[in-house]
């Protein structure tokens, strides 16, 4: 057994340290060099026209928010480093903007070129976006001397469908992801000047600027349990560079304001979605079985992580084996209630005999190279972020599928496929090598199916029609009331003369005007009846605007006594002064000083 603090060498007394220099695969033949150019050809394009149907051929989003992004990006050259964004009137936005995403939406600025559709070229941006990641992924395995790259691309795309969703998003994690990756190679090669100036890209791309470091710490941690040697300049760097980015950033110093900001947002999401204000989906964790269904190769892929260490010693091998199957069990078996968070602290002791198996097997591992650990390692940290934030799992796959190519990289080192597998034993390596290749391409069509369906069909232009209505009867810059915050973006993207209350997160109102956000909160959660006069006089507002799916769920919306003054198949916009409007009994009518619109 490998003595604990010593990393043993791959090749000649000569040769780099592991973590230095990862092993060296044979120079492949020019013949079968081309046959992989050309098969890398083949699967790029595949990707394009796949993911192309899914953001091009759909007439609706996968999720409302890039709405906002591409109008924005349309809006970027004329609002210019603007510190006020009035169409939000009651949050943190309206005298303290901060564009969190600048690099982001600069990116997207040659694309919003149709000033009426944005989303028109917005879309194809996104599209160049989703096929870097894949590219990013492949340069990195390349750099890093990985076998057979393309294999660990397309578990990518056989992980899950919520993660091809969340790929193909106007949002800027799609941005993040690769720059994450990027970020991987430069902590394998210790490049702590490389990782410095992409911390401080990051703070200007980004809402979240140190998942850059929250990566590097575990890496470094990884990388320093395997004796490589402790790269704290990695981790400083990553810190470092995040910190100088929010400081010299051209929406500086409200960057530090939208960090306060994201943390009260992870604080709420951490409470539950029982408390008073309710976030996106995507803050809270799946349930446990859920989770298991909804990413089943990225749970199977950490579980065939954890026992991989003991490769080559039988026993604690198969022991490993036995601690992972137990954690899957119970997963599996856990009350249709809990939520994976609540899994992580209440399944603490296998979840710690797991931990402690696949540590004690890493550690004294003989092939394993402090890099692939440290990759491991961060993996890992991903992997449980995204059992407690459903939302991360957009770096937990990608990280895993690194960790695995370069896992099968070091245990298979010197490993001949043909002549030590195929021609020895052909029965079974064949039969492996089909059986795996059909449970590939069976989840991939699972996926992809599941991601068909959610993305193919969704409907747009959902507030086109009341948002022209309101573009021809209000006063432009008047304030409507948007009761749902999720409404925001298409509403944003669709009239401009307009102002709302908050948008893309109730935070932003919740630290400018908590009462105000109060009373919103109470009446769209009913806590109380829909009050018109109480709305138009805490907003100073004389309209709201809302889905009809949503408005048919108040009672008090859907008799005679509060009529809509628009209504199409999709929307309605309501009078909140005035005869058509409905204030509970009792409550003390608002004057209304404007007469009202007939509807259409």
Partial sequence: MTAPDSAPSLSGPNSAAPDEAAPSAPSPAPRSRRWEWLAVAVFFVYLGVFFGRAQIGSPGLVERDGYFHARFAQMLPELGLTRHFPWTEYSTWKDRFCDKEFLFHAVLVPFAFDQDEPLNGVRWGIWTLTLAIFAVLYGVLRGLKVRWPLLFLALLLCTSHPFLGRIVMIRSHVLSISLLLLGMYFLARKNWKAVLILGFVYAWSYTVPFVLLMTAAPFVAGRWSAGGGLDWKSAVAAGAGATLGLAIHPYAPHTFESILTYIDVIRSGAQGVNEALELGQEIYPYHTRDFFLALPLLAGSVLFLCPAGWWARKKWFVAALVVSALWLLMMLTAPASMHTKAFLKERWHINLALLAFCASGWRFGKKITPEALGALWAALFWFAMTMAFSRFMEYAVPLAALALALLARDLLAGLDFKRDLLDRFPVPAWSLSILGAL?????????????????????????????????????????????????????????????????????????YAPEKLHVLETMRRRGMPMNGPLLAKTFNARYMIMRGSAAITYPEMTGHAWKGVYIDDYAAVFALTGPNTYAPPGAAAATDDHPETPAN
């Fill in 439 to 511: 449970g590939l391409a069976a989840l991939f069509a699972n996926s992809a199916y599941t991601f068909s369906c959610a993305a193919y069909d969704l409907p747009g232009n959902n507030f086109r029609k009341a948002s022209q209505w309101l573009d021809a009867h209000v006063e432009p810059g008047e304030t409507v009331v948007n009761l749902w915050w999720d409404d925001f973006p298409e509403l944003y993207y669709y009239s401009r003369k307009m102002h709302y209350l908050v948008g893309l997160d109730p935070t932003y109102m919740q630290r």
